[in-house]
C-alpha cells in the first residue's frame, strides 16, 4: 500500500471558508514533507513544504501543520477562493542522499462554492 | 520562460507502437525525475537522474527507457506500447535529490 493517504478524496468548501486537507503518512523517518497543487490540465505546483523539526509553517493564506505523534499533517487554506480549486497532494520525502524521492498521497480535490 | 518544459502535450498512438517524450529544464538542477500520474490521479515516481546517472529506477516495464543525454534534458522512450501505458506523464526537477520538485506541464499519452 501507499505509505501516504489522505482521509477525504473531495473537499467542497463556500468561497471564503476556510479549507483543511488532511493526510496521514505511514513511515516515521520521512523528515520533509511538501504540499502540492494541481490544476485541471497542468503539472503539480509547489505550495509549500515542512521539515520534521517544526510544528507548523505559514505561507501565504496557507498553513501547514505537522503532529509527529500521529503522523498527520494538514494544509489550511484560509478565505478559500475559486482559484483554489484544485487538487491538493501531500508527499513525504524519503530516502537519503541522491536516492531520496518524493512518494506521494492520492490527493484530494477541493471544489470551491460561490 | 518555461522552466520545465515537455513535448508533445497530447500524444495518441496505437498499441504496439514506439514513441518517445521528451524534457527540458532550464533551471541548472542536478536532478530530473519521470512521474507517471494514472487516471486516478495517483502520482507514481518511475525513474529519477542526477548528474545524467540514473538514480532511481522503480518498477517500470523495461519497454520504457530514459535517456538523459545532459544535465537539462531527460527524454522517456517506450517501446512496444499497451493499452495500460495510458496515463499522463510529468517530468520533474529539481536543484538535488530530496529538494522542492518542480513539475512539467505533462503529456497525456493515449494508446488505442
Known amino acids: 500500500g501507499e505509505s501516504v493517504g489522505l482521509h477525504l478524496p473531495t473537499l467542497s468548501v463556500q468561497e471564503g471558508d476556510n479549507s483543511i486537507i488532511n493526510c496521514a503518512y505511514s513511515?516515521?523517518?520521512?523528515?520533509?514533507f511538501i504540499w502540492y497543487k494541481q490544476e485541471s490540465g497542468k503539472g503539480p505546483q509547489f505550495i509549500i513544504d515542512?521539515?520534521?523539526?517544526?510544528d507548523k509553517r505559514q505561507g501565504q493564506r496557507v498553513t501547514v501543520l505537522l503532529n509527529k505523534t500521529v503522523k498527520h499533517l494538514s494544509l489550511q487554506i484560509a478565505a478559500t477562493q475559486p482559484g483554489d480549486s484544485a487538487v491538493y497532494f501531500c508527499?513525504?520525502?524519503?530516502?537519503?542522499?541522491?536516492?531520496?524521492?518524493?512518494?506521494f498521497g492520492s490527493g484530494t480535490q477541493l471544489t470551491v462554492l460561490p | 520562460d518555461t522552466a520545465v518544459s515537455q513535448t508533445p502535450k497530447y500524444l495518441v498512438t496505437q498499441m504496439g507502437n514506439d514513441k518517445s517524450i521528451k524534457c527540458e529544464q532550464n533551471l541548472g538542477h542536478d536532478t530530473m525525475y519521470w512521474y507517471k500520474q494514472d487516471s486516478k490521479k495517483f502520482l507514481k515516481i518511475m525513474f529519477s537522474y542526477n548528474n545524467k546517472e540514473l538514480i532511481i529506477n522503480e518498477t517500470v516495464p523495461n519497454r520504457f527507457s530514459p535517456k538523459s543525454p545532459d544535465k537539462a534534458h531527460l527524454n522517456l522512450h517506450i517501446n512496444s506500447l499497451e493499452l495500460g501505458d495510458s496515463a499522463v506523464y510529468f517530468c520533474?526537477?529539481?536543484?538535488?535529490?530530496?529538494?522542492?520538485?518542480?513539475f512539467g506541464p505533462g503529456t497525456r499519452l493515449t494508446v488505442t
Open positions: 520533474a526537477s529539481s536543484q538535488y535529490s530530496g529538494a522542492e520538485q518542480y
Open positions: 513511515n516515521s523517518a520521512s523528515d520533509y
Open positions: 515542512i521539515r520534521s523539526n517544526m
Open positions: 508527499a513525504e520525502n524519503l530516502g537519503s542522499g541522491s536516492a531520496r524521492q518524493l512518494t
